[in-house]
């Protein structure tokens, strides 16, 4: 697949257009989800138990990373969003039987987890693809805006679906939105695959994915990080629609701080795009850390709802110009003969720490103080500033060194 000269392609449009629906129906289905398993389970550590075992499945990342840089891209795109698809539309079904029980909800997260491990990685893989490296930022935020704009529209129609008709016509929407994704990546372009991943073994491949993580500084550091973040983090999504019902506002309430969260994220998205190639990707993951610190102590020290609102926009913000940043980063360093066991490296090592946070907290979950998650999860995000501000930043700004050629190191670099 040759370079792309051009942002506006016909492949980079048919997938931007692919992304906004697809988040619409996500947005549907997770207000959905997360009152249809309180519900049925009627327990908040049953709820962290789901949400522990749809992250467990990010240890067998690297393996599913691996095979992804070997067979052509379509093949994990398409096969994962036709089985989440056809997975979501089954739990809507029996939802409608009144079978639903706790298994069921466990096994799905499970199964869900394991679609992410293909399809995140080989997605991530497939956007340096579609665009200019130069457009990679402006791209990477005009996606961000496009599946966050229509997560809002999903996040104020899924209050109001759960509150008015149920769970089920969400679960249905989502699931066709995973349908139709599918279809549509038959009509985008997809690289070739590096033909010297065929003649070398799947255990080679796989060692080479985890030397090459290991051996680059930076690569290496934003997996540590990711993995620390996300263990204080993991118990917040458990708790809050339980502290939503405390505060008297149900599906809706936890729809509104979602959408408010959604609406920083989006405006996160709206500057980065505008700023493109002038922000350093480095920068921004810094500048977004920062705002992560000052929203997550905004949410511990909040007593009254309204607060929530104001500390959910400060965080999405954050988390726009953090994760954004990130991606940004690691696709002009990472070679694309690596992109897919890089991401799906960093991918577990990322989640690993929060199955073990939500499986430890899971037995006492319904006595935990809801703002202690907040005041640690903050304290965590602002050790992580200052380690990236020290460690990451000076490396990222760093001029690019002349290096062998033959070094694995120089081609990350050159990438």
């Known amino acids: 697949m040759p370079e792309q000269s051009k942002l506006w392609s016909r492949d980079f449009t048919i ?6 629906q697809s988040s619409l129906g996500s947005a549907l289905s997770s207000v959905a989800l997360s009152f249809l398993t309180l519900e049925v389970t009627g327990s908040v550590g049953a709820m962290g138990l789901t949400l522990a075992l749809g992250l467990l499945p990010n240890l067998f990342a690297p393996l599913m990373g691996t095979l992804i840089d070997r067979i052509p891209l379509r093949i994990p795109l398409i096969l994962g969003d036709v089985l989440h698809g056809l997975a979501l539309l089954l739990v809507a079904f029996l939802a409608t039987r009144a079978s639903l029980s706790a298994p069921i909800f466990y096994g799905f997260a499970f199964l869900n987890g394991l679609l992410g491990t293909l399809t995140g990685p080989a997605s991530s893989s497939l956007l340096p693809h579609l665009v200019p490296k130069s457009e990679l930022s402006r791209a990477t935020g005009l996606l961000g805006m496009a599946g966050q704009s229509t997560a809002l529209v999903g996040l104020l129609l899924g209050g109001f679906m759960v509150g008015k008709l149920g769970s089920v016509p969400a679960l249905i929407i989502d699931g066709l939105t995973f349908l139709l994704m599918a279809f549509l990546y038959l009509f985008i372009t997809m690289p070739a695959r590096a033909a010297t991943l065929k003649k070398q073994s799947f255990g080679r491949d796989l060692r080479e994915g985890l030397t090459f993580v290991r051996g680059t500084f930076l690569v290496a550091l934003v997996c540590i990080m990711a993995f620390l973040l996300n263990a204080t983090f993991a118990p917040i999504q458990m708790l809050l629609p339980a502290q939503m019902l405390r505060f008297g506002v149900g599906a809706q ?59 959910a926009t400060v965080l999405g913000v954050g988390l726009a110009f953090t994760n954004t940043s990130i991606g940004v980063l690691l696709m002009t360093i990472v070679p694309p003969e690596m992109r897919g066991r890089t991401f799906a490296l960093l991918s577990a090592v990322a989640q690993a720490g929060m199955p073990l946070t939500l499986f430890a907290l899971s037995p006492f979950a319904d006595r935990i103080p809801f703002s202690s998650v907040f005041w640690v999860a903050g304290f965590a995000a602002l050790t992580m500033t200052g380690v990236w501000f020290a460690l990451a930043y000076p490396r990222a700004v760093r001029p690019m060194p002349k290096t062998n050629s033959n070094s694995l190191e120089s081609d990350t670099l050159r990438s």
Do not use: D, H, K
Not at 269 to 292: E, F
């Open 15 to 20: 997938y931007l257009l692919g992304v906004a």
């Open 253 to 311: 309430g936890y729809s509104a701080v979602m959408v408010l969260l959604t609406v920083g994220m989006l405006a996160g998205s709206v500057l980065l795009s505008s700023l493109g190639s002038r922000l350093a990707p480095a920068l921004g993951v810094g500048l977004g850390l920062g705002l992560a610190v000052l929203g997550t102590l905004l949410f511990a020290s909040s007593a009254f709802y309204s607060l929530y609102l104001a500390a």
